[in-house]
């Protein structure tokens, strides 16, 4: 695999990553990490790379959208 967590972006990026809790039947979570060893990939990069897959084939949304600009703080002058 490349040197990136999903497919397209590297590794040292700057985004912010949040758990996502959920269950799974033992059975599932096997097979799931059987494709993913399979695969030379993580389960994480799998889910990620499956789930972009499967939303572009589907058209629910446009391929990644783009991430939000932070906000340039402004300087305030100083009053002498």
């Given amino acids: 695999?490349?040197?990136?967590?999903?497919?397209?972006?590297?590794?040292?990026s700057t985004a912010?990553?949040?758990d996502m809790n959920f269950k799974v039947k033992e059975h599932e979570r096997q097979r799931y990490k059987l494709v993913a060893t399979l695969l030379k990939m993580s389960m994480v990069e799998l889910l990620r790379v499956s789930f972009r897959e499967y939303v572009e084939?589907?058209?629910i949304l446009p391929s990644d959208p783009p991430e939000k600009k932070k906000k340039k703080k402004k300087k305030q002058k100083k009053m002498s």
């Fill in 1 to 12: 695999m490349s040197d990136t967590t999903d497919g397209e972006c590297p590794k040292d």
């Fill in 16 to 18: 912010k990553y949040v």
């Fill in 57 to 59: 084939k589907k058209g």
